[in-house]
């Protein structure tokens, strides 16, 4: 088998474990209305068991950055996969609360497995922003499925959950073309779509610092309107589960839209702009959908804010993942936004008890636009000013402006459109003193010689 298709099989592996793994939280608004619904819990008590399976999501990403690459990705993602289809599954079978709940974390466990071997393998290829932006369009159009089909499927908390769990045992065959072991022999070998691992301390440790902090709270307004939008649907908005997960299937189905946009788009715009001027839409779907009180209004806020949440994510996730080859911030990012994930629901389900859902929207805006600015801000930092044909040419001159143009030229002596340009350190060059009063008019152009 050629680099190249090994290197298509493991991307094929990486985007179907991070569907896998992102499904949970994806599903979140109908688990959550579920597990109300058909335990008999309160709002506040299904988000609490909706915050709890998130939360051992997030905590089995940040267990697994620093000991990621000495477990091995197919081990690793094996493991993951067979915590969630025993946890979830477990927590199907049963409607003993405690049972249901410790089904949930376990299968949250598997998740966070599942989601931080994705994002350590995708941050390791050369275009981390591509293999971002398939995995978001493999999770949305099977989730955007799923909101069609659970409805028929029967009500009670099960469905949902064994879905989750046929689609750990579905991707569990692709695993074998991961990397059974640690690529620590000599020269770490490149396989093809990926950059050689590089060793040493994390780099960018304040903007990797300043951008999980953002994407913690960015994750938590998300996911504070996403779990209990479901009940905005059918108690404010007075509309059928069905309909609401029409609503939900259509809103994914923008978020496929989206996403496509976004790779179409790649970095034309660089990083900081998708994620400032997103943000800040975001916050006013927010606003829109929370205060929805019919069909027309909900849907348009549940719509757009899907359109634009996957682009904005995917953006976060390849500045996250550009920041450190190894993929140590890419797991460290999404753990810290798994974890704000995690916080949602029960934030939600308690803010709309406190200040009824119009409020609660209230408060997640404000909390978007305050984050927006230094993550925006970490993006301008990490990506620097766009190569553009003068930068190349006042840099490299028409030699790099060649190779620039030449498809064929090794990948890492391309100049890449959004790559921050490289500093020129001046160098100063001794001139013996009897030549330091020559000017401008002591020389004089070169012209051919007469000479035949």
Aim: charged residues 10%; aromatic residues 4%.
């Amino acid at each position: 088998m050629s680099s190249r298709s090994r290197g298509a099989g493991a991307l094929v592996a990486l985007v179907a474990l991070f569907t896998a793994g992102y499904l949970a939280p994806y599903l979140l608004p109908t688990v959550v209305g579920r597990l109300s619904a058909g335990l008999g819990l309160t709002p506040a008590q299904a988000g609490l068991v909706g915050s709890v399976l998130l939360l051992g999501s997030s905590s089995a990403g940040f267990a697994l950055a620093a000991r990621g690459e000495r477990v091995g990705p197919r081990r690793a993602a094996r493991a993951g996969l067979l915590a969630m289809i025993v946890g979830y599954g477990s927590a199907a079978a049963t409607g003993t609360v405690p049972l249901v709940v410790a089904g949930a974390v376990l299968g949250g466990l598997g998740s966070g497995t599942a989601t931080a071997v994705a994002a350590a393998g995708i941050a390791g290829r050369r275009d981390p922003h591509r293999g971002s932006t398939l995995g978001l369009l493999s999770v949305s159009a099977t989730a955007g499925a799923l909101y069609l089909t659970l409805p028929h499927l029967g009500s009670g908390h099960a469905p949902p959950l064994l879905a989750i769990a046929c689609a750990a045992v579905l991707v569990w065959p692709v695993t074998g073309r991961l990397p059974g072991a640690t690529r620590a022999r000599a020269g770490r070998e490149q396989s093809a779509g990926s950059v050689t691992s590089v060793t040493g301390p994390l780099p960018y440790r304040r903007a990797g610092a300043v951008l999980a902090g953002g994407i913690l709270c960015w994750s938590l307004a998300q996911n504070a309107l996403w779990g209990v939008s479901g009940r905005i649907g059918t108690t404010q908005a007075g509309l059928s589960e069905v309909t609401v997960g029409a609503v939900f299937a259509a809103a994914l189905g923008a978020g496929l839209a989206g996403v496509t946009a976004a790779g179409a788009l790649g970095s034309r715009l660089g990083r900081a702009v998708p994620i400032g001027a997103g943000t800040v839409l975001i916050a006013g779907c927010v606003l829109l959908s929370s205060s929805a009180g019919d069909l027309v209004s909900f849907a348009t806020g549940e719509i757009l804010w899907n359109a634009f949440y996957p682009v904005v994510l995917s953006y976060l996730l390849g500045l996250a993942a550009s920041l450190d080859p190894r993929g140590r911030w890419a797991v460290l990012v999404g753990s810290a936004s798994s974890l704000g994930v995690a916080c949602g629901p029960v934030t939600g389900s308690l803010l709309s008890e406190g200040a009824g859902y119009p409020g609660m929207g209230a408060v997640l805006c404000a909390l978007l636009l305050l984050v927006a600015a230094p993550m925006t801000a970490v993006a301008r930092h990490v990506s620097g000013r766009p190569l553009v044909p003068g930068s190349i040419r006042r840099r490299g001159g028409a030699p790099a402006a060649v190779l620039a143009g030449n498809a064929s030229a090794t990948p890492s002596l391309v100049p890449q459109v959004g790559a921050p340009e490289q500093p020129v350190a001046p160098i100063r060059v001794p001139v013996p003193a009897a030549r330091r009063r020559l000017t401008k008019s002591t020389f004089g152009l070169a012209r051919p010689s007469d000479r035949g």
